[in-house]
């Protein structure tokens, strides 16, 4: 029995080395105090630092941040769960508790490795697969930049397919098992685009199988596979009943959800077409998975200084046109219109896919056909908008996703495994001469792959709609130094494509000469594909290590020196200990908005970044707050007391906002709008001081006569996020509004413990109808969308727990009772 086992856990065991060992070589800085500098997740430390100072005082995380755009739902950034299954308890199990990004990189080498397995593909093979997906260039770019929960979902779609394929085979109780855990994990981690996309391949190939099934007349299967799926599926799901439900109901009320106000970026159910169409990929574009830099690599610099034909007509300029251009100094010219670098699958892997597609014939073969070409499609957007327009207005939930390229996740999991596959079925062949003639076909349709890439090559105009643009605007002296600096950086385009398309073809014709000799019984197959599994490798990380290499490390307390230690401006700012809002406009109004979540970090800001702020405060965004310093009414009804800005010498000035109103006040009047669009028209012309606009729909809430008593008070007690207190004191009825953002899922107001209607006042606010008297108004932040998740969490969080462990131990009982055939 202990040879038996010997045996059986040795490749695993040697193919778990493996992938440490290349995640560790790759990220060691990280195991030397040093810190990977990725934008993304220092803007969510902005955002999250808020929750996390909250949850050090109080013990627990609020549903609601105070940081960033003048308030909104905190469940969406940091998040207490209560769920038994937890992505942290599997994922750091699968991870070995590795630090990141070494356990991205780990992670993902064993989940496709573990779909390898169910592949029934020779475990060392499967090592190839597993390297060959992991470090697809795709990956270490997303990490570079701080996508770290596209990565971690990224990693784990390979064992969510595994599991369906282990029911679909009937393993029923392992893949029950395996579908509940990964499924927990995904929808943990929440990166909910990246599911969508995997949804999509688990349903074609689904359908695939079912029509297998079908036609085999095996409805028991069929039925029996389908329920267990679905249900474990569904399981797994609730047992992360918390982030979801809140997810779910945050897009109601986000710019995903659509707006009131329809413009460029949303409609009243969901993203515009061209909004959601943004960051396409042309068509040809998709060949980057095969010539990484076809289109140039990355909007950065890919050329070396001294070679760049471009940089070179730069230096012969007159200097101050010279400095003008280099914002126009982009190799990457592509549909995106700016990227960190490409997709690259690895021209070997895609060798190997094509020659799988070629090698077999099976319903696998099938479904990963026909979920690559329809990913290949989507990834074009709004440059196929006839196709992917229909999907947009009828493809479930598709109108809240945008960036399309994005879904290039789906071909580069597929075409690895297709490789793999081809590997195996390569292996499994015995009549050589019937796979020497496949073969010659699957080299046949590369080379003709090669001739169109090189027409392309030699026809394409390497051009942005900017460069020409460019030349267009540009008359007089300075147009010829203008062309001819185009033109040069047209041929440095041009150069990388070249050169990247003579990379490829030279590591596929290495990998095709290696498969001719096992072909042809000149080497033996252990040489063969381990040739080929190195190559593979160094294929992809020669372009790798562009993107993430030890220059994106930094020491841990320069880190914290560069981000998160708080300028004198901000310390300045800091002294006010009252409760007010700041305007960080050092970098712009549009990095104010958009782009920035630093200045949340240390103070409740008006502005801030996340991918799904709430729609009504967007529309304040575009339509007020963007024509600063012309919307004094919105700033100074979001109690903007201090704004930052810099001056002509590039210091950073503190100026204080003395119309700024507090966190609450009386109005005198109301003024009535019964349409969203008049209710914004209204506040660039508002007193917000003396007025406030609610809408048509309130008026019979609001039994409210105009009164004005400078003896009446209303102040804040204190705001705890999730609770706030205030009290007041008025002679007669009046009208009060709070300089908090209007959420009506989940916020109530009680006046003296009497529930009370809460106003929606000058679009984004709240407002109130306070009695006459001395009077007690707490507002409580109670989501039913959390707490009912909660709930449903923790009976689902229970039954995947008991599935889990009966089929560990139903296993190991079967194991035991096996006879030992080594005796």
Partial sequence: MKNRFLSNVLPHV???????????????????????????????????QGSF?????????????????????????????????????????????LPKPISFFFLASICFYFLTQVFRVNSYLGIIGGLAYAYATYNPIIISVGHDTKMQSIALMPAFLASLVLIYNKKYLWGAAFTVVITAILVGINHVQIIYYLLLIAAIMTIVYAVSWIRQRDFRHLFIA???AILCGVLGTLSNAISLFTSFEASK??????????????????LSKDYAFDYSMYRSEPFVMLVPKMYGGSTGLEVDEEQSKAIAELRQMPQGLGQQLQGYLQFYWGGIGGTSGPPYVGAIICFLALLGFVLLNNRDKVWILIASALAIVMSWGGYFAAFNGFLLNHLPFYNKFRAPSMIIVIPTLLFCLMAVLALQRIVEVKNKQELWEKYKTSLVITGSLFIALLVFYFNADYTLPQDKQLVSQVTGPGSGFITSFVNALKEDRKGLFGESLLRSFLFITGAALLIFLYIKEKIKAPVAFACIGIAAFIDVMAINVKYLNA???????????????????????????GYYRIFDNRDGVGSAYNASALSAYFHRSIGGYHPAKLSIYQDLIARQLYNYPNCTAAINMLNTKYIIER????????????????????VDSLRFESTPEAVMNGLSTLDPKGTAIVFTKDKELLSYTSSKNSSDVIKLIENKNDDITYESNAATPRFAVFSEVFYDRGWKAYIDNK???????????????????????????????????RNIAKVAGIIAMLLVVATIGLSVRNYLKKPNLDQ
């Fill in 14 to 48: 040697i193919a778990i080395a493996v992938f440490l060992i290349v995640a560790i070589v790759y990220c060691k800085p990280v195991l030397e105090h040093q810190v990977l500098q990725q934008s993304d997740v220092i803007h969510w430390k902005g955002m999250a």
């Fill in 53 to 97: 100072e909250y949850k050090e005082k109080y013990g627990h995380f609020p549903l609601w941040t105070n940081n960033l755009f003048s308030g909104m739902p905190a469940y969406q950034i940091a998040l207490d769960s209560d769920v038994i299954i937890t992505p942290s308890w599997f994922y750091n199990l699968f991870t070995l508790f």
């Fill in 253 to 270: 009320t986000s710019i995903r959800g659509g707006s009131e106000l329809v413009n460029k970026n949303t409609t009243q159910e969901g």
């Fill in 226 to 228: 389908t329920s267990i």
């Fill in 647 to 666: 001056d002509s010498t590039g210091k950073d000035v503190v100026r204080m906002n003395a119309n700024a109103l507090g966190p609450v006040w009386f």
């Fill in 755 to 789: 529930e009370a209607p809460i106003i929606r006042s000058n679009y984004v606010l709240r407002g109130l109808l306070v009695p006459a008297g001395q009077h007690q108004i707490k507002f409580e932040f109670r989501p039913a969308a959390y707490y009912n998740g």
């Fill in 551 to 577: 220059g994106n490390y930094q020491d841990e307390a320069e880190y914290q020196q560069s981000y998160f230690t708080p300028s004198p401006a901000d310390q300045q700012v800091l002294q006010d200990k």
